[in-house]
Every structure is written in structure tokens, then in C-alpha cells.
């Protein structure tokens, strides 16, 4: 083994460390986002809520009054509906922390423990690049730990940015703990160089954008499951329904539904033109590489049902009668084809695109 080699191979073994090494600190962030929620549990939030509003209304829209130094929970929250749009005016929840200083320095202490996971992960892809001297993206697992790198690092972007996305947290961490234990458990491979077809720069171009829209479309599709749940909580309020002590305690700390499909709809619009140029990109390089710019490979066909689906749910929320839960139905599906063009199609499908290695 020459000197080339045996570094290749040290540096896909520490690659392989770093890779285990963030699953190890994203669990460790999974149990503070877990104890973030139970110390800020609604009974802390009613305690609490004099503090957070000054106005003796609680963030997720409780009614408190003093008593003795303390807060005591008069009613439950009131849902205003505005005859004009028919869309409900309700507060923002005050988040997974309840608006508590213990519950919000398990939340502080996740973020932190996710963004030192985050960092090691990004090292140990660095380190799968180094090792095969390329992009490391020619692989199932190359792709799933990249991706899940990126979804992180858009989280952290927005929280930078001073978004209230921090309720994304317990969600994000749960998926890319199973992300990455797919990807070590069924979809690992050794580090190997490319096949011909993708020695091309587009891998950059191409891949990379693939890589960035499904972990933005990712946190939309995250945005728009909790939408559905705290729609479906503010119509049990709406219609005097009386929702379980755990739906309250969660889903009552949650944004409003109205800012959680405003939150959703931006996200997908905002990436939707680069999957657009993502599809482009890939025609350019397969005319480069097969002499023929569209020849309905099926990874081809369902980048551009996903292309569709999206579409479609754009159109959708740009149409008065599909805002709202018909538009958020779509969206999710749209999501689905991104995942069945990332898995199904890799993993069952035969076709130029059959990189996946399992």
C-alpha cells in the first residue's frame, strides 16, 4: 500500500469517527430538546405569563391574574375569527420553553450541543471528500450524511438570524439521528472514486443544489405537519372543544397555524426556483455525459413530478379556495416525491442514476 492510499484510508476511518462522534452529541442535543419541553410544561407557561407579556396575557393568548406574587390561569385561550378572511387572529405560542428560565436553558443548552453535533459532522464529510479526493456526494451515504449536514446548518442560519424556528429543534434532531443511522447502518460504503459518467464539475453544480433544496424543502414539510396539528387544536378551541392535557401542553407553545403556514409557504417558494435550476442543471450535465439532454430516466421522470407537486402547491396557495390544509395536503406530497425520488427511485429503480451502492 502506497503512502497515498494508506492516507485515503486514514482519513475515511476519522470520517467515520467524526460521523458516530455527532450521532453521539445529536443525542445528547435530543435529550436536552426533550427536557427543554418538559420543563416547559403549561403549567410553567400560566405561572409564568405575567412576566412574558407585561399585559397579563400569556403568550399563547391565557388570561393570568396576580395572586400573591404568582400567576393564576383564568380561562383558556380565545380564538377571534375576523369575518372578513375567515382566518384566526391568535398569538404566537411562547415555544418549546413555555417562557420558563429552566425550561430555556435546556433549550439554549440543545442548541448549543447541536451546533458542536453540526460541526462534527461537517468535519467528518470533509474528511469523506479528502479521502476520495472529490465531491462526496457519489453515494447514498455520501448524500444522506451531507444532507443532513445541510438541514442542520439552514436551521442554525435562521436561528442566527434571530427566526423563531427553535421549535423545529426536537424534530430535526430526531431525523437526522435516523438519517444518519440509516446511512451507517444500511447505506454505508467503502470511499471509492466515481463512476466515469459523474467526473464531471456539474456534480458540484448539480448535486449540491439537490442536496440544499431537500433540506430546505425538509424544514418546510416540517413546518407544514405542525401547521396541520395546531390548525386542527385552534379549531377544537374555535368550535368549544376541550383538547387533552398533552395537546395543550404542546401544542399550545407552538406558533400560531397562521404563522406556521406563512413560515412554510415562504420556505418552498424561496427554494422552489433553485429546484427548478437543479432539474436544468441536470439535463445540461446528462447531455454532457449520455448525449441527450431528457431521456426519462426515472430519476429524471420524478425530479420532475416533485417539480410538479411543488408547483402545483404554489399555485394552490396563490388560488383563494386551496389556501390552508388543501394547500399544506400538497406540499406534503410534493415532499413524499422528493423523498421517493431520493430512496425509491435510488434503492428500486434501475436506471442511468443507479448510484446508490446498497
Keep these: 500500500m502506497n503512502l497515498a492510499a494508506a492516507t485515503n ?45 407585561g399585559s397579563g396575557a400569556s403568550a399563547s393568548g391565557v388570561k393570568v391574574v396576580q395572586q400573591g406574587g404568582g400567576t393564576a390561569v ?31 436553558l435546556w433549550g439554549r443548552i440543545a ?22 479526493q472529490r465531491a462526496p456526494w457519489g453515494n447514498m451515504y455520501e448524500f444522506s450524511i451531507t444532507f443532513s449536514t445541510v438541514a442542520v446548518g439552514a436551521y442554525l442560519v435562521l436561528l442566527a438570524l ?21 446511512a451507517t447502518t444500511w447505506l454505508y460504503t467503502d470511499s471509492a472514486q466515481l463512476v466515469p ?5 456539474w456534480l458540484w453544480i448539480h448535486v449540491s443544489t439537490a442536496i440544499f433544496c431537500g433540506a430546505v424543502f425538509y424544514l418546510g414539510a416540517v413546518g407544514t405537519l405542525l401547521y396541520l396539528f395546531r390548525d386542527s387544536y385552534e379549531n377544537k378551541l374555535a368550535n368549544g372543544g376541550n383538547p387533552g392535557a398533552f395537546a395543550r401542553s404542546v401544542l399550545e407553545r407552538l406558533p400560531a397555524a397562521s404563522t406556521l403556514d406563512k413560515f412554510s409557504y415562504r420556505i418552498n417558494a424561496a427554494v422552489f426556483p433553485l429546484w427548478t435550476f437543479t432539474i436544468i442543471a441536470g439535463a445540461i450535465w446528462a447531455g454532457d455525459a449520455w448525449g441527450r439532454y431528457w431521456g426519462w430516466d426515472p430519476k429524471e421522470v420524478w425530479s420532475f413530478i416533485t417539480w410538479v407537486a ?7 396557495r396563490a388560488t383563494a379556495g386551496w389556501k ?7 406540499a406534503l406530497i410534493a415532499f413524499g416525491c422528493w423523498l421517493f425520488n431520493y430512496y425509491g427511485v435510488n434503492i428500486f429503480v434501475t436506471g442511468k442514476h443507479s448510484y446508490a451502492d446498497v
Excluded: Q
Excluded at 15 to 24: K, V
Excluded at 162 to 182: A, E, H, P
Design 324 to 330: 390552508g390544509r388543501k394547500a399544506a395536503y400538497l
Design 111 to 132: 442548541v448549543s450541543l447541536t451546533v458542536l453535533a453540526f460541526a462534527v459532522e461537517a468535519g467528518g464529510v470533509v474528511a469523506r471528500a479528502l479521502s476520495v
Design 310 to 316: 411543488y408547483a402545483c402547491y404554489l399555485h394552490a
Design 197 to 201: 459518467a459523474l467526473h464531471s464539475y
Design 9 to 53: 484510508e486514514n482519513l475515511a476511518s476519522i470520517s467515520n469517527t467524526l460521523i458516530y462522534s455527532s450521532m453521539a452529541v445529536y443525542m445528547l442535543a435530543f435529550f436536552a430538546h426533550i427536557a427543554e419541553w418538559v420543563f416547559g410544561s403549561r403549567s410553567k407557561v400560566g405561572r409564568t405569563a405575567a412576566a412574558l407579556t
Design 74 to 104: 383564568l380561562d383558556r385561550p380565545k380564538v377571534v375569527t375576523r369575518s372578513a378572511t375567515g382566518t384566526r387572529d391568535v398569538p404566537d405560542g411562547p415555544g418549546a420553553a413555555g417562557g420558563t428560565v429552566k425550561g430555556d
Design 162 to 182: 434571530k427566526k423563531n424556528v427553535r421549535w423545529i429543534g426536537l424534530l430535526l434532531v430526531t431525523t437526522v439521528l435516523l438519517d444518519l443511522g440509516i
